[in-house]
């Protein structure tokens, strides 16, 4: 084929193309390649041949390792089936390291809370997680596990709502008489708002109880609104002052906190290093230090926890769990009040420090997750069992009872039910499974979101069918976890959506509800957020 160009005065000038051949492209493939080009297969050491020579490309290798999102056991089953994983890597910034440490320390660079530590503190957190990157990682996905740090999430206080997107933009909506909206104002809303204040400032996690909202920073800062209990102890609660915009908490100042949980009369917050503090109003359990019942200032909890780094924590009305890491694998403490057996350690009696719930490691089961409800506490097996103990009244053990028990004991009715994730409130359950369906139990309302009679308490799991009428896989799931206040649930699906359902006369669903009406059993879309 000719390309010929004529201007009318020069000669044409011809480029000649190579004619293309009519041969189909199968034909063509069929062909034998030369000799030159062909792949050799290359042995390292005494092993089989290969395909290719992981040593001469390690930063490939190295590329797919920390892109791929391996989990730390997935590295370290590399490092047990082939030495190139365990030989030293030539990386900075330390040259003995495995590829596989290198790959885990690369992915522990992403997370916020971990890019902002100097070289001691990383140590130090190695040190305590075991010595390995690969630990170390483990500790801070296990964190985001429980708490979906630094991921969307939406969580359902009493009368009032926050969500925070995974770019960290809060959203408040619902009832404001404190000011724990942080809108600036006291007046109600209905409509999803973005806290504007707060621009500039990436917010990874939030803790909301009557009154007050706590926000979490990726600075490792601490937001507080709603009635302040931080400046004013010892007053009762008509004397304390309100904060309508987010304020610093200056007591946590020198805390790079990760996570903050609420309970009745008191807050703890949990460090990057994996240490919890707690702070106390006046009127409850000390909860772990020794200080004078009024004492406001964050004090470490003592005792067993002192050395044992704490990866969630999560606060009933009068208790504290705390989920810890150690390199063998994960256990569970508890510290509070204990009546009703909610401390899970086969009594009823209270304790004034951290002590190990002993059940978890005969029933062969090692915790991913806690969840504290008002008065009965939840556990997500890595299993997927899952195990509830406390008070079981209107069944929300989902034990077939309403009998309370002082120990975990796993939930039978889900059996055949992988569960990711536990949420528990006032009397409530719910479990999300690792195919996205929900299943709730407990006590009889709007917010278990179950169909037909609901003048029944549900005393065994039972599906949510209104949530699988959805067709969207649910990942997380948050509901009322007061006495004050009638309760209301947010399930968030995967693509982010969220849908809200149960009591909303105070504007708390995000949804618009029709007159005279101040609850909705259905779940409905909550419009105006992208927690995508």
Same mark, same amino acid.
Request: aromatic fraction near 6%.
């Given at each position: 084929m000719d390309t010929t160009t004529s201007n009318g005065s020069s000669p044409a000038a011809t480029l000649q193309l190579h004619s293309i051949s009519e041969n189909p492209i199968s034909a063509a493939m069929e062909l034998p390649f030369p000799s030159f080009m062909c792949l050799k297969r290359q042995c390292l050491g005494n092993s089989a041949p290969g395909e290719f020579f992981l040593a001469s490309c390690p930063s490939i290798v190295l590329h797919v390792l920390t892109t791929c999102d391996l989990g730390p056991?997935?590295?370290?089953?590399?490092?047990?089936?082939?030495?190139?994983?365990?030989?030293?890597?030539?990386?900075?910034?330390?040259?003995?390291?495995?590829?596989?440490?290198?790959?885990?320390?690369?992915?522990?660079?992403?997370?916020?809370?971990?890019?902002?530590?100097?070289?001691?503190?990383?140590?130090?957190?190695?040190r305590k997680c075991g010595g390995s990157w690969k630990l170390v990682l483990r500790f801070l996905l296990a964190g985001e596990f429980g708490c979906r740090r630094e991921k969307s999430q939406a969580l359902a206080g009493p009368g009032h709502s926050i969500a925070v997107t995974s770019k960290g933009v809060v959203y408040s909506f619902g009832y404001n008489g404190s000011g724990q909206l942080g809108q600036g104002s006291t007046e109600d809303t209905w409509q999803p708002r973005p806290v504007r204040s707060l621009n500039g400032i990436r917010i990874i996690q939030a803790a909301v109880s009557t009154d007050r909202t706590m926000l979490i920073s990726d600075a490792g800062e601490v937001y507080a609104f709603g009635k302040d209990w931080f400046s004013e102890a010892g007053l009762e609660v008509q004397e304390t002052k309100l904060i309508t915009t987010p304020k610093r908490v200056k007591s946590l100042n020198g805390i790079f906190v990760v996570q903050a949980t609420i309970g009745n009369y008191f807050t703890a917050v949990l460090s990057r290093e994996g240490r919890v503090y707690t702070l106390s109003w006046g009127k409850d359990e000390r909860l772990g230090h020794g200080t004078d019942l009024n004492c406001m200032l964050p004090h470490?909890? @003592? +005792?067993?926890?002192? $050395?044992?780094?704490v990866v969630q924590i999560s606060a009933g009305f009068c208790y504290l769990l705390a989920l810890a890491y150690q390199p063998t694998g994960m256990s569970v403490y508890s510290v509070g009040c204990g009546l009703g057996g909610k401390l899970g350690h086969g009594i009823a009696t209270s304790e004034t420090q951290p002590r190990l719930i002993e059940q978890f490691s005969l029933l062969k089961m090692e915790p991913v997750m806690v969840s504290a409800g008002t008065w009965h506490a939840a556990v997500v097996g890595r299993d997927g069992r899952v195990c509830t103990w406390g008070w079981g009244r209107y069944g929300c053990l989902g034990h077939g009872t309403e009998e309370p028990e002082s120990a975990p004991k796993v939930v039978e009715g889900l059996k055949d039910v992988k569960a990711v994730h536990v949420a528990t409130g006032d009397y409530a359950t719910f479990v999300v499974s690792d195919d996205g369906q929900v299943y709730s139990f407990g006590?009889?309302?709007?917010? @278990? +979101?179950?169909?037909? $009679?609901?003048?029944e308490n549900t005393l065994i799991p039972k599906l949510v069918t209104s949530l699988k009428e959805k067709k969207e896989r649910v990942v997380h799931v948050s509901l009322t976890n007061s006495t004050t206040w009638a309760g209301h649930t947010f399930a968030m699906a995967e693509s982010g959506t969220l849908y809200a359902f149960g009591a909303g006369e105070r504007g708390q669903l995000g949804v618009e509800l029709g007159d005279n009406l101040a609850e909705r059993a259905e779940p409905a879309k909550v419009v105006g957020i992208d927690l995508s």
């Open positions: 056991r997935d590295l370290a089953k590399l490092e047990a089936t082939c030495s190139f994983f365990r030989m030293p890597a030539n990386f900075s910034p330390d040259l003995e390291l495995s590829i596989s440490e290198v790959a885990a320390l690369d992915r522990c660079q992403k997370r916020a809370i971990f890019k902002r530590m100097g070289e001691e503190e990383r140590q130090e957190i190695k470490p909890l @003592l +005792g067993a926890l002192e $050395d044992i780094p006590c009889e309302s709007a917010n @278990l +979101g179950q169909q037909g $009679d609901v003048d």
